[in-house]
């Protein structure tokens, strides 16, 4: 199961070269982090997991495999995107592939890269953004709606449904708002989805700051994290050059670095983990001697659903699953403690997957 964030912004904000950092990255940690390139623009990253390197130990693993996140390059987005400027249709298209928008936004003073916009203003270059992207939601609604209200009219039971939720959608488009402020019920989220609104996807902004305030932040970088706590969206500041110098540097180095940097972790880490927890996802372990392997579900998945993560055949014949939460597995040393102390559970079917779960599925052939 991939799931994949986009890398949005204007063009001269930073966001290539982020996202060459985290391929950097990826790549110099090949020997415990598995790294691919899919497309030239596509890279996949480990999402760095302390859990797992500890579970591994206690189980003596000989392979260590950790969940993986992609990251999509996207080209630069100018004004009058929705109507084809630039690489607009280009860009439009590919963000409707991915699950999540990381949007960057520069939020650095320097005479030697001019910007698009001719000023440093991230809260402007977010409008840009968001307007094209709602001009495209609102052209697409707007098209589909003339035969489905056609439908819905005629009492058709499942296009007056997606009726409601586009004119809710359209409703707040108009208003200026991005369609994921939509209040959406849960029995309507699969029919929400569908609709694959560029606007309704959740949203990491990444305030790209200078060197001197990648620890704390800078004054318009507070302005964006104002702006994303009013959307419930994420925010994470990096300085995209510090990050260029982190991946070149092994281990010990980047640990020196960071430390005299004032930091505790890599921004790409921190913009790894936000981006995991944007998409409301959650690991769970399977451990063995052969490998210590997380896997990637998102949050309330099923047990069923979550085997067949690792195999259809899983979940088709899918009896029950042996299941130790995480502390209890480090806290009895392993599995057999952790049967010992009765620290195992026999879940079913409807056994809702818990983040850290360490799992072995039972299976009819």
């Not at 415990?32 to 990253?45: D, K, L, R």
């Not at 928008?101 to 809260?123: A, M, Q, Y």
């Not at 200078?210 to 969206?233: F, L, P, Q, R, W």
Request: negative net charge; aromatic residues 6%.
């Amino acid at each position: 199961m991939g799931f994949k964030c986009g890398i949005v912004g204007l063009p001269n904000v930073g966001k290539s070269t982020l996202f060459n950092a985290l391929t950097q990255t990826a790549a110099a940690q090949a020997a415990n982090y598995p790294f691919c390139t899919i497309e030239p623009n596509v890279g996949e990253v480990a999402v760095p997991d302390p859990r797992l390197f500890k579970l591994a130990r206690i189980a003596a693993s000989k392979q260590i495999i950790p969940t993986r996140i992609s990251f999509v390059d996207i080209a630069g987005l100018v004004r009058g995107a929705s109507k084809g400027e630039g690489l607009g249709n280009k860009f439009l298209a590919n963000i409707r592939e991915v699950d999540a928008i990381v949007h960057v936004l520069r939020c650095f003073e320097d005479s030697d890269v001019t910007h698009v916009e001719g000023g440093i203003d991230p809260l402007r270059d977010a409008e840009i953004v968001e307007t094209e992207l709602m001009l495209s939601d609102l052209e697409s609604l707007e098209r589909r709606l003339v035969g489905l209200e056609k439908k819905a009219n005629s009492g058709e039971k499942e296009a007056k449904l997606q009726v409601a939720l586009m004119k809710k959608a359209t409703a707040l488009l108009e208003d200026g708002k991005p369609a994921r402020l939509a209040e959406i019920s849960k029995e309507e989220r699969a029919d929400w989805r569908a609709l694959n609104l560029l606007t309704a996807k959740p949203v990491l902004y990444v305030c790209n700051v200078e060197e001197a305030a990648a620890a704390t932040g800078n004054a318009a970088s507070a302005e964006v994290a104002k702006k994303a706590e009013a959307e419930n969206a994420g925010v994470v500041v990096v300085s995209a050059a510090i990050e260029a110098e982190l991946a070149q540097l092994d281990a010990e180095e980047r640990t020196e670095y960071l430390e005299t940097l004032g930091l505790e972790e890599a921004g790409l880490d921190r913009l790894i983990h936000e981006g995991y927890k944007l998409l409301n996802l959650i690991t769970f372990f399977t451990i063995g001697p052969k490998e210590a392997r997380a896997w990637t579900v998102r949050r309330e998945t099923v047990a069923p659903k979550a085997a067949g993560v690792i195999h259809t055949d899983f979940e088709k014949g899918f009896i029950r699953a042996e299941t130790i939460a995480y502390d209890a597995f480090i806290d009895c040393n392993g599995e057999n403690g952790a049967k010992d102390a009765g620290k195992m559970r026999l879940e079913g079917k409807e056994y809702i997957v818990a983040d850290g779960d360490v799992m072995h599925f039972r299976f009819a052939n």
